[in-house]
């Protein structure tokens, strides 16, 4: 077991030139860069007042590592299908007429419940799980968390408004994750309705369907009239096919986190679809941060389930937190194992936020740009109470630096700091400074989730002081 420095520096939340320096107070001489013994890093954890985790992450890893599947374990598994598209071209309808369609059919007696998933039978016998948040921020963010939970795309395509800005988007988030998209031409009821001419605003953006000689599937489709609705679900289903899509049933599952939340009477209750395996009442495990033991499930009718498999989605109950969408479970064999490892887990997160939270201070970011370029360029956002103010920061900022540092204002504007402020700061690591201003409340909440550091002032002079401070700080205080 062996540590980078830095690594070690980042999970203490402490400045790698500290430790360095203690390092060498102990006769090592090591550079950031370079990896010590875990004796060593033990010894320097000490010296900073740390407390050691004992768990390691390759001990998580082993306990919770998938084992390859022989090639006969494998059974076919359904599709799992995310529905994008442009706002307004239908996605909450074909998933409305999809799932309704299936009541009608005569199953479950008209009760469906919303758990963020559903599974639908074809006309052919084929099974698909349809994933009921529509929006690519969803499929993005489990995306982000290392969840890739979707095998096939439906590209909604409003027929009478052809490929607007977030049909774009959605595109580009289906090819980023490899993922293969049908085409859904829907409206295709309305008077104004131009499929061909949807048909060759794709080309524009790569995708050829097969009415243009091209190998994407394409269905015109009305989800108000409930036209080409089979034929949808039957592409799907040939898409599945081809994908030969597998998984192993008998084996302890693994699932990731669909939707959570925290239930009044129930307590955290999170859906979860099957990617592996099959869960069952009663298994112990871990998810996220969190551990339990499912005390029960439910299916997306509502019905008391005993176990799940590859595929299927089910609401657990039996978490002792609630987890986050995109979290992958795993059932572990002992609740012991479970407790460690979501302990082991929430440490790391705690001391990589400390981290994140410290590199805002304007000190540490200035050194964090200056080691990163020749010349620093601490980036800020300003939000003023009067435009005189936010001009004469603007231009007070800009005085400050020289051929090393300087401050680069990202965007200034009047008014209380806003989620967009932190939204904007938190992509380029910049602080905001408010002048007479405060966040609302939303700002702050996401502010400090995502360690944006906000500053208020109200005297000029003072935030000139502070940064000039940090700038200087910076050039005296070589690393
Ligand atoms: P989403 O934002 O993509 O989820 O779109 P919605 O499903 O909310 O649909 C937006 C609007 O288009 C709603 O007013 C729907 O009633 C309407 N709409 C959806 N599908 C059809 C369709 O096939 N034909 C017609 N005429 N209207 C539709």
Not at 106 to 109: M, N, Q, S, V
């Given at each position: 077991e062996a540590i980078v420095v830095s690594e070690l520096a980042n999970r203490m939340a402490e400045r790698v030139a500290d430790v360095v320096k203690a390092l060498m107070q102990n006769g090592i001489m090591a550079t950031q860069t370079q990896t010590i013994d875990a004796d060593t890093a033990e010894l320097i954890i000490e010296e900073f007042g740390h407390r050691v985790v004992r768990v390691s992450a390759s001990d998580v890893e082993d306990v919770i590592q998938q084992t390859e599947d022989a090639p006969e374990d494998l059974k076919p598994r359904a599709p799992v299908i995310a529905i994008m598209g442009h706002v307004d071209h239908g996605k909450t309808s074909i998933l409305d007429a999809i799932r309704k369609a299936r009541v009608s059919h005569?199953?479950?007696?008209g009760i469906t419940q919303h758990i963020g998933a559903y599974q639908v039978e074809t006309e052919g016998g084929a099974t698909l799980t349809f994933l009921d948040t529509p929006g690519h921020a969803a499929f993005t963010s489990m995306r982000a968390r290392?969840?890739?939970?979707?095998?096939?795309v439906i590209l909604v395509v409003a027929a009478d408004d052809s490929v607007m800005p977030q049909t774009v988007e959605a595109i580009a988030h289906a090819k980023a994750a490899g993922v293969p998209m049908i085409v859904a031409i829907n409206k295709i009821d309305k008077h104004d309705a131009d499929p061909d001419k949807t048909r060759t605003s794709l080309l524009q953006h790569e995708v050829i369907v097969e009415k243009m000689s091209g190998d994407v599937q394409d269905v015109e489709v009305s989800a108000l009239t409930g036209q080409g609705l089979p034929e949808l679900l039957e592409a799907i289903a040939l898409q599945s096919e081809i994908l030969e899509l597998r998984a192993n049933p008998d084996r302890q599952a693994q699932a990731a986190v669909i939707e959570a939340k925290l239930d009044v009477g129930r307590g955290p209750v999170a859906t979860v679809l099957i990617q592996n395996g099959t869960l069952r009442q009663g298994d112990i495990f871990v998810v996220g941060e969190q551990w339990g033991k499912v005390r029960a499930m439910e299916n997306d009718r509502g019905e008391r389930v005993k176990e799940a498999g590859p595929s299927v989605p089910v609401e657990v109950l039996g978490l002792n937190g609630t987890p986050e969408a995109g979290d992958v479970l795993n059932v572990v064999s002992t609740e012991a194992q479970a407790r460690e490892i979501a302990e082991y887990r929430q440490n790391a997160a705690r001391d990589k936020r400390a981290a994140a939270g410290a590199a805002t201070t304007l000190e540490q970011m200035m050194a964090k740009a200056k080691a990163d370029q020749s010349v620093a360029e601490l980036p800020i956002v300003v939000k003023a109470d009067v435009q005189g103010s936010a001009e004469a920061i603007v231009q007070a900022m800009e005085k400050i630096g020289n051929d090393e540092v300087r401050v680069r204002v990202l965007h200034s504007g009047v008014g209380a700091i806003t989620e967009t402020d932190v939204g904007l700061a938190e992509a380029s690591n910049a602080p905001i400074i408010g002048f007479n201003v405060r966040a609302n409340a939303s700002a702050r909440a996401t502010a400090n989730q995502k360690s944006v550091e906000i500053r208020y002032y109200s005297i000029i002079y003072d935030l000139v002081d502070d940064v000039k401070a940090a700038a200087s700080g910076l050039l005296s205080n070589e690393v």
């Open positions: 005569g199953e479950a007696g290392g969840a890739q939970v979707t095998d096939i």
